[in-house]
């Protein structure tokens, strides 16, 4: 999930192409339904950790 946020901000295109991986969650959601939510809270915190320390990217077009 820490990808996909940092993939989205960064505005790059990714894509999720791993059966094993998307195997693995449904397992955990089914004997957690909580879990994607502490997933997707500890994920955003890692990529707001990681952003801090990026520089501001300007999109096309953008003025300096």
């Known amino acids: 999930m820490g990808s996909a946020f940092l993939c989205a901000h960064c505005r790059l295109d990714?894509?999720?192409q791993h059966a094993a991986y998307l195997h693995a969650?449904?397992?955990?959601?089914?004997?957690d339904k909580r879990?994607?939510?502490?997933?997707?809270?500890?994920a955003q915190a890692a990529a707001?950790?990681?952003l801090?320390?990026?520089?501001?990217?300007?999109?096309?077009?953008?003025a300096a």
């Open 25 to 31: 969650w449904l397992q955990v959601l089914k004997s």
């Open 35 to 42: 879990a994607v939510f502490t997933a997707s809270g500890k």
């Open 52 to 62: 801090r320390f990026a520089e501001p990217v300007q999109a096309e077009g953008e």
């Open 14 to 16: 990714g894509s999720l």
């Open 48 to 50: 707001d950790f990681l």
